[in-house]
């Protein structure tokens, strides 16, 4: 498997180059990427909470489904960052290994609000996919309408 979980962080390994990275599941955070042979290329503050009290401070935060605040029945930069995401499918590949992280909007009660409050008007599925590789890091975020 190229993936280990830890204290809720998932740590992807791609054993071919060496290179890894971790996503914390609370907001599917990436906080970590360390290249092949090489060292830790983010900045995560000291100051960052990891344990779901808040989003966490640095690394490649996810914003969705607003930037900023304009919603004040919402988190700043949306709800994505403070509801815990599920380990999906994992691969281990020869260029690269790669984990899914999903969130349905029915898992995810924490912190919506307006028109994506529960029994709202939005829903939607969100995969995000994190692939390491070399010295190549890929993040794909994939939004499914569910909506009517």
Not at 26 to 31: D, E, N
Not at 93 to 114: H, I, N, V, W, Y
Request: glycine share 12%.
């Amino acid at each position: 498997m190229p993936t280990s979980i830890h204290d809720a962080v998932v740590k992807i390994s791609h054993a071919i180059s060496g290179s890894t990275a971790s996503v914390n599941l609370t907001g599917a955070t990436v906080t970590s990427f360390i290249p092949g042979g090489g060292r830790e290329v983010l900045f995560v503050s000291s100051l960052a909470k990891t344990d779901g009290s808040k989003a966490i401070r640095g690394g490649i935060p996810l914003a969705f489904p607003q930037f900023g605040r304009p919603d004040q029945t919402m988190p700043q930069h949306g709800f994505l960052r403070v509801n815990r995401w599920t380990v999906g499918a994992q691969n281990d590949g020869e260029e690269a290994s790669s984990c899914e992280f999903t969130l349905d909007t029915s898992d995810a009660p924490k912190a919506r609000g307006g028109d994506w409050s529960v029994g709202g008007k939005y829903a939607c599925a969100i995969t995000l996919t994190v692939s390491v590789g070399g010295d190549t890091l890929t993040t794909v975020l994939s939004v499914t309408n569910r909506s009517d």
